[in-house]
């Protein structure tokens, strides 16, 4: 416990000092803004195995929401944001009360096909831009206090949501329904048996990650100030699995770590290899389902847990 | 001249026929897709990569190694499942005894893998593959022209289809696979060999859908990510039929291509989804899929 204290308060203080380390304010951004996407993902498969191979559904339709409601409507940034992850939410428990009729894999192949759903209307419907996208999104202010246009700023405005949410996770799975998420995963007819709406717990967790999944959307969509199909798409909602995965899922910082790796991968490799990169991840993900299951943090809280474990 | 929802009829059947092709299609994939899972529990997401794989040795073969059409119906599932036999002996053998959603994981790895290596190799647009002489041109039927080759999709895939099913439900090979799929340890106590079963099981279910990557590469484009979206499709098509039915998956697969070929014609925008659609109308009145049994 100790241990963990320790490494999230070093991490905090280096991403609090990161803008002053030399590094591009805009990467970092776009690594928190994956990592919270990431976290999003692992609070409903790290805590549940449900795998939901949609995710970008979310992801990309806050960052449309926001997007077209800040350039095109005159929107303020927060109530942009809002509007994204309501948006979200409201998908999320459509979808969600439709996939978890379905466990399993048939939950993944639903999640997957509604998923697409999503995409083909964004990809045809007028505010999204089609397959232009949508451009030059401006930051806005925060309640036309802070401007958020200076990379910095909305640096720290970015981090500070982020450890919000973290914590708000970190919560949500220590709390009571945390804990009645985790006996459904262990033993499904046993958590029925003692009572639990099963269903409904697990529509929660899906409407829960939903929402934070389009957070980290909005969010995106303002940092970089475009979005397009590609973050609603297929590829998107692979990439979150396999953060997840590569970093340990049911793990606090896995989803952050694999995050940061996955998203620092696909933006050097591009430029270096090219169409090998997909080859690259695909590898990537080949590697962790045969030998390395529990990822970077599961297996490191493994070994540290075997050492404390052995007197 | 006769028209429906305002469509000339013509139009109507063309699209029809378009859909019944696009069904031919679902219904071998889904076929293949519905056998592996049976036996082995894993849902092949590799299945739109094999398909292109198909595509790409029937197009390999023609444009360097001068195997015609029909050699290349039968030497790219052939080779494509000896792939697909490759991969289960070295990959997906040692995920059995974990969770499913492992194998799907691991395929949707391979089949990255596969579109990028094929990206590489021969870029990201369409090549095109000559329909074969004895099939072009086209039937008058005095209300439309119907293609050759298209009646002869729907004609061969239905054929194999039908042969798959008879093969599995009527033969005592099929008998012995339906055990292994009820009951594996049983059935090995038996004396069957069993994971020699499944793995050649997955080699032909690999190999159905690589033979309807050769069936398409005449009508579509041929091109690294033709089975990207098209797997996507077909995991719905098994959903709705019921992913344990071979006869479902069938079935299910040529209606839903005549479906969607019909919404091109009333409402064209809603063409790409009407199958998704479907699918979460079926899940919410019957969540075992239409010939799916609830376990």
Redesign the interface.
Known sequence: MRAEFTVNLVLVLFALLAPFLGLYPVFLMKLLCFALFACAFNLLFGYT?M?S?GHAAYFGSAAYVTGWLVTTRGWGTIEGILAGVVVSMLLGLVIGA?AV??Q???F???T???A??VY??CL?AQFTGGENGLQSIPRGSVLGILALSGDRTMYYFVLAIFIAVYLGIRRIVHSPFGQVLKAIRANEPRAISLGYKVDRYKLVAFVLSASLAGLAGSLKALVLGFVTLTDVS?DTS?SV?LMT?LGGSGTFLGPVVGANVVVTLEEYLSDLV?????????????V???IF?RGFVGEIQRRFRRRTDSP | MTTVFGVPLPAILGQLMLGLVNGSFYALLSLGLAVIFGLLGV?NFAHGAFYMLGAFAAYIGLQFLGVNYWLALLLAPLAVGVLGIIIERL?LR??YQ?????G???T??????????M??QFG?SGKSYPVPELLRGGFNLGFMVLPIYRAWVVLASVTVCGMTWFLIERTRLGAMLRAATENAKLTQAFGINVPVMVMLTFGAGVALAALAGVLAAPVVQVSPLMG??LV?VV??V??IGG?GSIAGAIVSGLVLGLIEGFTKVIYP?AS??V???I??VV??WR?AGLFGKEQ
């Open positions: 195995k795998l191979f439709i009729r379905r399993g894999i048939y993944a192949m639903i997957l096909a509604l697409q759903v083909f209307i045809q297929q692979a699995v995965l090219g169409s090998w990169v997909s080859v690259i991840i695909g590898a990537i993900f080949v962790c389902i045969m299951r | 849902v990959f040692h995920l974990l969770e499913p959603i492992y799907l994981l691991l949707f790895g391979i089949a990255l893998i596969a579109e990028g290596i990206r590489s990201a990207s979206s996507i995991f719905a098994v959903v992913m925008e790409n989804i199958v998704f659609v699918m979460a899940l919410i969540p």
